[in-house]
């Protein structure tokens, strides 16, 4: 893992921050200010960008590459929580923790290129301009709900429904013909199922016409069947 000093970030970068959500409707000094003291982190596919419980002085900004953040179970079972895409900020949560550390670990998935986003900065804007930490509020507002949901949902539905809803959600931002992000194992985990049953869901799946396809490939081919399975995840707000 290579820290790159460059005097400032390129104005592409600063482009790319300030289309982010967060700064939407907000003056463009925001980025700029935001940026200031940044530096810029490349890392090859494997390689780690934080680990859990290391002190939270920074958050990234993803230039190019994925990264992802993870943990392991007591039983050694990695279970990945979230891949990041170019143009999405990591761990701007962690900023804010009373504890001051990092709730999880980062891990470069592709050869990847961060900007490291300094905590202060992040703290003395939401200062200058309350309508971003209103922004931010929101934002963990929401991941709040998202969770509640997920749990209310992991706790009441069976294998099929979990597995539905996660192809429907991924059919939503890829189309019919899926990559998933996740080792089947890694997707067996996030889901709370084993992986035998995973594997057996995809199997019967096929062998019925729903879909098809292997490892990490796949094609929807009765997209309403599954999104039917999963209707109950679907909440009106």
Known sequence: MTNINVPEPPAAVAALLARHPLLSGLPPDVAAELLLDASA????????????????????????????????????????????????????????????????????RSDVLCWRLSRKRLHDACRRWPDLALKLLAGMSKAVYDQVNKVDWMTSSSAAERLANYLVGLQESQGSELTLPLSQRQLAAQLGIRPETLSRLLTDWQAQGYISGKRRQWVLHDPAYLAGLSLTARRPF
């Open 41 to 108: 982190l490349h890392a090859a596919a494997g390689q780690i960008l934080f680990r859990e419980g290391d002190e939270a002085r920074h958050y990234l900004l993803v230039e190019s590459g994925q990264a992802e953040v993870m943990r392991y179970s007591y039983n050694g079972d990695e279970r990945v929580f979230r891949v990041f895409e170019p143009g999405q900020l990591m761990a701007e949560a962690a900023m804010f923790m009373p504890h001051g550390r990092y709730p999880m670990q980062a891990r470069a």
